[in-house]
């Protein structure tokens, strides 16, 4: 037999074996391709859920493509980690963090170091909300390292975190200068600028501005296609604003609009619907409807051992509040000054965000006749007030 009587064979199964390699990396792939598109649009849904369980899949899937950048790797993780903290579940999502910065060292490239800025901006976030401030300013350091080696979307990543940081530290001039970089980038979205309205709302609202906060909230409520989840936080927060000038009936509007809208977007039994509750009762505690705040902290209490610390905070500022309005002083004051120890526990003694939880403090202070320390729980309020000169 004559050495070309083996070509056509031989070039039969090379064909075959391409073919068959072909298919084997064809079906990962578009495995991966059709997990990630199902992660990205529950994200778009609101059904944070399903999103986290697609991205875990794609996560699964990604290390299969053999890809020679780390971005389908990157990509799993920045979806399973938005999912996380859209979730509130702080330490899950530091823990899909860190693990994939573990597992990608290096960046291959300019995306890849983007996607690890993106990364260590949910390290950051996450710790923030896990009052780990000092790990937070480390992760932000991080953040700020690999936008140095990425492209403008990790910039922007940077400069979101920067005004995370400041607002949490209550430098509210630093946090401003970030919003003012973070619009003037060329990657600038709407969801860009969502970012800058809302927290320049939150520090005018902080600060006891809540006229100058309410427009720009009306600003970032208007940008079409939002999170619903997102919407109704904002909703929540401009109801804050309206409560804080008195005008209680708008700020019930505007927290029952909330608790409406998220109850269309959560799963029965999602405890996430605690936090519209508290904040529809604090509203009417506020406007003297102990009845409706009542029922609205027994329809909270149901999810209490599911809360985040952020949302018990919440939770034992309306129980304060319902007994102050009864009369129960004692237990009035237990639940403040567990709140502001909690607060203080998360931001400087000198933050801003104190100044509620003091206010009410010191009122309940005052009606069991200690009259001494309501008045330097007063002096420590307008302390506060007048390190934070007017924002404008």
């Known amino acids: 037999m004559a050495a070309t009587d083996f070509v056509a064979p031989i070039a039969v199964c090379l064909l075959i074996l391409l073919i068959a390699a072909t ?34 899949q794609a996560l699964a899937v990604a290390p299969k493509l053999r890809d020679r950048s780390h971005q389908p790797v990157l990509t799993a993780a920045v979806l399973l980690t938005s999912a996380l903290t859209s979730l509130r579940r702080w330490e899950d999502a530091l823990t899909a963090a860190r693990h994939t910065i573990r597992h990608v060292p290096a960046a291959a490239n300019a995306d890849d170091a983007t996607g690890l800025a993106a990364l260590h901006k949910c390290c950051a976030v996450s710790l923030l909300e896990l009052a780990r401030l000092p790990e937070a300013i480390e992760a932000a350091q991080q953040c700020a390292r690999r936008a140095q080696q990425g492209n403008e979307t990790a910039r922007v990543l ?103 809208l998220i109850g269309q977007h959560l799963p029965e039994g999602d405890p996430r619907i605690a936090l519209p509750h508290i904040l529809l009762g604090q509203s009417y505690a506020d406007s003297g409807q102990i009845a409706a705040a009542s029922a609205s902290l027994a329809a909270a209490e149901q999810y209490e051992s599911q809360l985040d610390e952020t949302e018990r905070h919440a939770l034992l500022q309306l129980r304060g509040m319902i007994a102050f309005a009864a009369g129960q ?64």
């Open 158 to 260: 940077h400069m979101e975190v920067e005004a995370e940081i400041a607002s949490h530290q209550g430098d509210y001039r630093r946090m401003l200068d970030a919003l003012h970089n973070l619009e003037a980038s060329a990657s600038a979205t709407p969801y860009t600028q969502h970012t800058v309205w809302l927290r320049h709302a939150t520090a005018y609202l902080d600060t006891g501005h809540p006229a100058r906060a309410i427009p720009l909230f009306d600003k970032a409520l208007a940008i079409p296609d939002s999170d619903p989840i997102e919407h109704a936080a904002l909703l929540n927060l401009k109801g804050r604003a309206f409560d804080e000038l008195e005008q209680h009936e708008l700020a019930v509007d505007m927290h029952r609009e909330a608790l409406q």
């Open 329 to 392: 002083y004692a237990d009035a004051e237990a639940n403040f000054r567990q709140s502001l120890h909690w607060a203080e526990q998360r931001t400087n003694p000198n933050h801003p965000r104190l100044l509620h939880t003091l206010a009410n403090l010191a009122a309940t202070l005052m009606k069991q006749g200690r009259t001494d320390e309501a008045a330097a729980l007063e002096a420590r309020r307008q302390s506060i007030r007048n390190s934070y000169p007017d924002l404008i």
């Open 23 to 56: 298919k084997l990396y064809k079906a990962p792939l578009q495995n991966y391709t059709r997990l990630q598109a199902a992660a990205v649009q529950a994200l778009r849904d609101g059904d944070y859920t399903a999103a986290e369980a697609s991205a875990r």
